[in-house]
């Protein structure tokens, strides 16, 4: 694999490709611990994320969007489809490969409370990656001191623990963490959920200025289509386990094709969008564990028809977008 740094806008192909991704965890009952179901987390997931992009993954919670991330990050084994950075496939990696990849790859999780070791001071932390792939040129805090800077922190908090910072100070010490191996891909996490709204919009602000400035792609993970409309420039609707309606974001935002992403829009107030014609959302999620035949949303769908619960939708390109509901 080549060790392309900084995600070169002139090559043709996706920075990152996923086809037909499935992710299932076997439930294992009975005396001899025999697979008795799978949870299918992810099912059959197929995206793109090009060089400076960023992707907004947006669903409820228990839509299978962590278990994305995860899988593309290499942390849950794939069941079945193919992960390809740069046109390489993950699956074929040797350990050295896979190491320079975990370089290219990186992520921020939700609470950086637990993502942070709370008995490391913030220098260690944002250099851990710097030291263990010997990229250390002049001095640790030379490194530290400039990764502080681009995420906005002073110098003075380099010796002190994470405990000591407020939420949306700790998830700048992970976005440090997260770009000090320059990466090409971020994975962002729910990184702004447990954040104040506030905070929310100068975090999600830094992400647009440091990939502005390094080029870097992002995959946007969250519930909340409201933060996803002011990040992604293509946002992918997750539905138990499966991609129901994936384009532009400004196109979905504006008119979504639908029920279940005009449902989520509904449910926030997202910028320029009217609060008619709200559609809301019954009922839970079903459980992956055995998810409704036929269009998997068909139970707590308002626009629901008899073939609904007989015949999967078949994701469909219309109006330059992609939609799997029988509607289009
Ligand atoms: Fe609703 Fe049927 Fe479309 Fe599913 S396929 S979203 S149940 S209209």
């Known amino acids: 694999m080549?060790?392309?740094?900084?995600?070169?806008?002139?090559?043709?192909?996706?920075?990152?490709?996923?086809?037909?991704?499935?992710?299932?965890?076997?439930?294992?009952?009975?005396?001899f611990s025999k697979t008795a179901a799978y949870v299918r987390a992810v099912d059959g997931v197929s995206l793109e994320i090009h060089c400076g992009e960023t992707l907004g993954l947006v669903g409820e919670s228990g839509c299978g969007k962590t278990t994305l991330g995860r899988t593309i990050l290499g942390l849950e084994k794939t069941t079945k489809g193919d992960i390809l950075l740069d046109g390489y496939s993950m699956s074929q990696l040797t350990p050295k490969e896979m190491n320079l990849l975990r370089q290219r790859v990186q992520v921020i999780f939700q609470d950086p409370m637990s993502s942070l070791n709370p008995r490391m001071t913030v220098i260690d932390i944002i250099t851990e990656?710097?030291?263990?792939?010997?990229?250390?040129?002049?001095?640790?805090?030379?490194?530290?001191?400039?990764?502080?800077?681009?995420?906005?922190l002073s110098e003075d908090a380099l010796y002190r623990f994470p405990h000591e910072f407020s939420g949306g100070q700790r998830q700048r010490i992970a976005i440090?963490?997260?770009?000090?191996?320059?990466?090409?891909?971020?994975?962002?996490?729910?990184?702004?959920?447990?954040?104040?709204?506030?905070?929310?919009?100068?975090?999600?602000?830094?992400?647009?200025?440091?990939?502005?400035?390094?080029?870097?792609?992002l995959l946007f993970i969250s519930h909340d289509l409201s933060v996803v409309s002011n990040i992604a420039d293509r946002t992918a609707v997750m539905y138990l386990g499966r991609i129901v309606e994936a384009g532009n974001t400004a196109d979905i935002v504006r008119a979504p094709l639908h029920p279940y992403t005009k449902a989520l829009i509904a449910a926030v107030p997202?910028?320029?969008?009217?609060?008619?014609?709200?559609?809301?959302?019954?009922?839970?999620?079903?459980?992956?564990?055995?998810?409704?035949?036929?269009?998997?949303?068909?139970p707590r769908c308002p626009e629901v028809m008899p073939v609904c619960s007989q015949q999967e939708p078949v994701a469909k390109r219309v109006d330059g977008r992609e939609v799997a509901c029988h509607l289009h």
């Open 129 to 152: 990656g710097l030291v263990q792939f010997k990229k250390i040129e002049v001095s640790k805090v030379a490194h530290a001191n400039r990764l502080l800077a681009e995420v906005g």
């Open 270 to 298: 997202v910028p320029g969008v009217s609060r008619r014609d709200r559609v809301l959302l019954k009922g839970e999620i079903p459980s992956s564990l055995s998810p409704p035949p036929g269009c998997p949303f068909h």
């Open 2 to 31: 080549k060790n392309v740094k900084n995600c070169d806008e002139t090559k043709s192909g996706p920075l990152l490709r996923v086809v037909d991704l499935t992710t299932w965890f076997p439930v294992k009952r009975g005396f």
């Open 176 to 217: 440090a963490r997260a770009i000090s191996l320059r990466p090409e891909l971020v994975i962002c996490d729910e990184a702004v959920s447990a954040l104040d709204v506030s905070i929310q919009a100068q975090v999600v602000n830094l992400l647009k200025s440091l990939q502005e400035r390094y080029h870097l792609s």
